[in-house]
């Protein structure tokens, strides 16, 4: 395992992922898998075995948080650290968020010039 | 019989007559004797039951009344228990003293009348007010009998009093009482001591389903199953203390959430009173999660493709998509600033409307202000270096002075006024934060001595999208939220904020927030 983190990225809104995929690989050089839902994060993951998991949190059908619910009962995932991105950044739902386990909460709309920063702070730190 | 007597009657009638008539005298004198013997007897045990009957008599008046007697001269000589043990004063603090001194209250009009009465040897009645010693007071029916001398002027007055004040209560909250029973909220009013019910309105008696029941034998603590007397009390001691004209607070009863006001009434005679009103908030929660929910989705749904826009700009005037002429960077740099502004105007109206909606949650946190405001100095020192400016605290700041709240929301409210005073200060300027130990309070003031505010925007500085209009103001405009922002956090912490203003010379905001109590501290 590298320093850096393989990162499996939950976002359903394809716009972001492509702002992401390349604030993280093109500008951050990290090593991204993305998917569109907590369902198809489910399936892929132990194929993908991410170190880190980025989740958006408001998404259709299944939530960020649901999905790492579900991914927590899987042992090989049952330790993975989580951070989630959300735009709705009161106290209450940054608090709830990591009471689930999840290292940090980035806020919305990030800065993609500092993202991979942000996020292998973050990692190195936990 | 005398012996001269005997012998007249000897020498009349003979020696043996004159015996048989002697000792007839003597009989019949018996008999009489005894006869009169009897009668008294009879009469003896007449009075002691008159006697009897009168001690009963004054038992009941004991029980049933409050009775004072006194002398001529209005002082007191005599007071029953009843009096005692309701006014609270002893008989020797009340014998020789005037009542009107100590627990009366009388119109020295209606006292001159009532003298008069009684000096022409009538009775007289009429009501009072009598002052316990506790403070509370009673009304009474007064009925005063003059005892006269035997040269016929007066010698003492009795005086009876009733209790009339549940009477009086009702004649005086008659109309006030109809009128609760047609309002929507439920009244409750009930003793401070034992939380005795006094009155319940319709509307009250119908929540609780009492509306055939005598509800004045019952108390609050019966009024829902899970009333807890300790909270209650603990609620009430401020206003109890004075400190406060009243308390509202959101519960819930039988399952509806509701919200209570209460106050204390002291207006009327008697033990003071709770009053309390009780407001069904069902249909004002609906509305404020209604509003929660729209704001959370409009977070959502602008955050979301500005955060694409944003995002996608930044990219590329990074270089990070592939090099970029120079015209197309300078665009792009325009778009970014203006998608800036726009989502600050996002940011500030979403907060906006989270402060006016009383289901946002401001955080109870013990906070240290001085350190709180070095803080708030480092955080904005983009803002310095974008105008030009130096922030600096000014010295002998209270390092110890703690508010109890939300720091987060508190450094917003640092970084606006910094940032608005940044903005209207001159290059070079110097904006100064200040803290100061006011008692009860802490006092922050932001000071520039930039251009100032113009008097004619000055009156309405706090409302929305309220900004200066002057050349110079629209030169550094902002969203026009900022001090609204301000003002709905400063007021959430239960604290006020102003400010001073010179047009030219610069501007001062002052925040006042209360100080915390180590207990508020330790609480939170």
């Known amino acids: ?126 | 019989m005398s012996q001269g007597s005997e012998s007249y009657l000897v020498s009349l009638l003979g020696p043996a007559t004159a015996g048989a008539v002697v000792s007839l005298a003597i009989l019949l004198m018996i008999g009489l004797l005894a006869r009169s013997a009897l009668g008294h007897r009879r009469q003896l045990r007449k009075i002691r039951e008159q006697e009897d009957d009168l001690a009963l008599q004054r038992k009941a008046v004991d029980m049933h009344a409050m009775v004072k007697i006194t002398g001529v001269d209005g002082r007191i000589l005599y007071a029953n228990d009843n009096l005692i043990q309701t006014i609270g004063y002893s008989v020797e603090e009340l014998r020789g003293r005037y009542a009107s001194d100590v627990f009366l209250d009388e119109d020295p009009r209606i006292a001159a009348e009532m003298w008069e009465t009684l000096r022409r040897g009538d009775a007289w009645t009429g009501d009072n007010k009598l002052r316990r010693r506790h403070g509370t007071a009673i009304w009474v029916k007064t009925t005063a009998i003059p005892k006269m001398g035997r040269n016929g002027t007066l010698d003492k007055v009795i005086t009876v009093y009733t209790d009339i004040t549940d009477a009086k209560l009702r004649q005086q909250e008659g109309p006030l009482r109809a009128m609760f029973d047609r309002l929507q909220d439920e009244v409750y009013i009930f003793s401070v001591d034992d939380l005795r019910l006094h009155y319940l309105n319709k509307r009250a008696r119908a929540s609780l389903g009492w509306e055939r029941l005598n509800y004045r034998s019952h108390f609050l603590s019966e009024t829902t199953s899970t009333f807890d007397e300790a909270r209650f009390r603990e609620r009430v001691a401020p206003l109890l203390a004075g400190e406060v004209e009243a308390v509202i607070y959101e519960s819930s009863l039988s399952g509806r959430p509701v919200e209570i006001n209460l106050q204390l009434d002291e207006s009327v005679v008697g033990e003071p009173r709770f009053v309390a009103v009780v407001r069904d908030i069902s249909q004002r929660k609906q509305v404020e999660q209604a509003r929660a929910a729209f704001v959370a989705t409009v977070t959502h749904e602008l955050r979301a493709p500005m955060t694409s826009i944003k995002g996608a700009m930044k990219l590329v005037a990074s270089g990070a998509t592939g090099p970029i002429p120079d015209k197309p960077a300078q665009m792009i740099d325009l778009a970014l600033r203006n998608v800036d502004r726009l989502l600050l105007l996002i940011n500030d109206l979403l907060d906006l409307e989270k402060l006016d909606n009383a289901q946002t949650e401001i955080r109870r946190d013990p906070v240290n202000l001085a350190e709180l405001i070095d803080d708030a100095i480092a955080h904005n020192m983009g803002y310095a270096q974008e105008y030009g400016v130096t922030f600096t605290a000014l010295p002998a700041m209270p390092s110890t002075l703690q508010i109890v709240g939300d720091r987060d929301r508190l450094m917003q409210v640092l970084t606006n006024l910094m940032s608005n005073a940044a903005k209207f200060s001159e290059v070079g300027g110097v904006v100064e934060v200040g803290l100061e130990d006011r008692g009860d309070e802490a006092r922050i003031t932001v000071t520039d001595h930039g251009i100032g505010i113009p008097e004619e925007a000055q009156s309405r500085l706090f409302e929305r999208f309220v900004q200066a209009e002057t050349a110079e103001h629209k030169k550094r405009k902002g969203t026009g939220l900022g001090l609204s922002i301000v003002k709905s956090i400063v007021e959430r912490h239960g604290g006020r904020v102003d400010f001073f203003s010179i047009p030219g010379e610069g501007t001062t905001f002052v925040i006042d927030l209360p100080k915390a109590s180590d207990e508020m501290s330790r609480a939170a």
């Open chain 1, 1 to 126: 395992m590298s320093d850096l983190p393989k990162i499996l990225h939950v976002e359903d809104d394809p716009d972001i992922r492509e702002i992401a995929l390349m604030a993280l690989e093109v500008v951050g050089g990290l090593d991204v898998v993305q998917c569109a839902s907590g369902a198809e994060a489910l399936e892929r993951a132990p194929g993908i075995a991410p170190d880190l998991l980025l989740l958006d949190v408001m998404m259709p059908g299944m939530s960020g948080d649901e999905t790492l619910t579900a991914l927590r009962k899987v042992p090989q995932f049952s330790e993975t650290p989580a951070i989630f991105m959300t735009a709705k950044a009161q106290h209450s739902e940054v608090d709830r968020l990591k009471e689930l386990g999840a290292l940090d909460v980035i806020t919305k709309p990030f800065d993609p010039m500092t993202l991979a920063d942000q996020i292998i702070s973050i990692w190195q730190e936990r």
